[in-house]
């Protein structure tokens, strides 16, 4: 053992102090992330990167605005310009009103049965139409990039020929109307499917810098509604069976418009709930500002059973929530009562 130190043998402290003297004179040499090889985005580009590209992709994000509904509201100042317009060349007229607006009262409540889970099928492809009709009629003047596929020259849908003006011609909102409807009803989709189709329709046209008129709609309104189709239902429709609805197309070229479709959505076919719900919503938005306003039927003694069996549900669910929520102390500057105690007179 003599003057050697054992391992065993703990350090003074002044070695231990001349230690830590070394280990605090290191420095760690600084390496670049390029020389680390490690090119991965920090959270905080990422996120300033979303904020850029939110109004360039509006339909992947849920706090941008819908498309449709911008372009929709140019024509709802012009409606209400000329209702005003005419409400003043006809102020001392009688009016007469055919409409009739239906009005809760405390022996009947009128209640809308579209909700953001389950929307009305008529009205939905309705509103849905209406907004490919204002996306036609106020399309960019520049007119974007041209795909071949949708172009309903090189593809028809019909076997009769196209007029030479069919790229000049703006369709109507009932003709659009008939298309989606006879598409939906014929392959039994639902409401659901429908607003996916308005989904993909916007992402195409940002994705694509395209945009969609006389000439094209109808094409790339199939292709959405066959993709929505097979990523929102269960129950997928073929391509063959479109090839049924529509007597003169192929199932090839369903299948390459399919496959074009996702190349230019970069199969990005995601489509997130909060993003559903903010088209839900900005649709009911411009059917009310249209006109277009969903049914209103009473109340039955059935609707209001089910309403009553769903509230007793939740309260049963959420009541041990409130129990656990609810505060167990009380200050005494706040006693405004006298506790009341029972008396026992002998």
Not at 78 to 101: D, W
Request: with cysteine; glycine share 2%.
């Amino acid at each position: 053992m003599g003057g050697t130190t054992s391992c065993c043998v703990p350090a003074s402290p002044k070695r231990r102090r001349n230690a830590h003297a070394r280990l605090e004179s290191f420095t760690e040499p600084e390496i670049s992330r390029e020389d680390s090889g490690c090119n991965l985005q920090h959270i905080s580009d990422r996120e300033n990167v979303d904020e850029l590209n939110m109004e360039s992709n509006p339909a992947d994000h849920p706090r941008a605005g819908t498309m449709f509904l911008s372009k929709s509201q140019t024509d709802v100042r012009e409606k209400r310009k000329s209702i005003f317009i005419n409400n003043l060349t006809h102020l001392m007229e009688p009016r007469q009103s055919n409409t009739r607006c239906k009005h809760s009262s405390c022996s009947t409540i009128f209640l809308d049965d579209s909700t953001v889970s389950q929307p009305n099928l008529k009205y939905t492809i309705k509103c849905v139409a209406l907004a490919i009709f204002y996306h036609i009629k106020n399309r960019d003047s520049h007119g974007g990039t041209v795909q071949d596929i949708f172009d309903e020259k090189l593809h028809p849908l019909t076997n009769s020929a196209v007029p030479a003006d069919y790229n000049d011609q703006d369709p109507e909102q009932k003709q659009i109307y008939r298309f989606v409807r006879t598409l939906f009803c014929s392959a039994q989709l639902t409401a659901e499917c429908a607003i996916v189709t308005l989904v993909y329709l916007e992402r195409l046209l940002t994705y694509a810098e395209m945009t969609i008129g006389p000439g094209n709609w109808k094409r790339i309104v199939l292709g959405a509604i066959l993709l929505a189709s097979k990523v929102w239902d269960d129950q997928a429709v073929w391509n063959v069976d479109y090839c049924q609805i529509l007597k003169d197309i192929t199932v090839e070229d369903m299948n390459e418009l399919e496959r074009d479709f996702l190349e230019l959505l970069q199969f990005n076919i995601n489509v997130p709930s909060s993003v559903y719900a903010k088209y839900y919503f900005d649709l009911r938005s411009m059917a009310e500002a249209n006109n277009l306003s969903f049914p209103l039927e009473p109340l039955s003694r059935d609707k209001a059973q089910k309403l009553e069996a769903i509230s007793r549900l939740c309260d049963d669910r959420y009541k041990d929530v409130r129990r656990a929520s609810r505060k167990r102390w009380s200050s005494v500057d706040n006693l405004c009562g006298v506790p009341w105690v029972p008396a026992i007179l002998s």
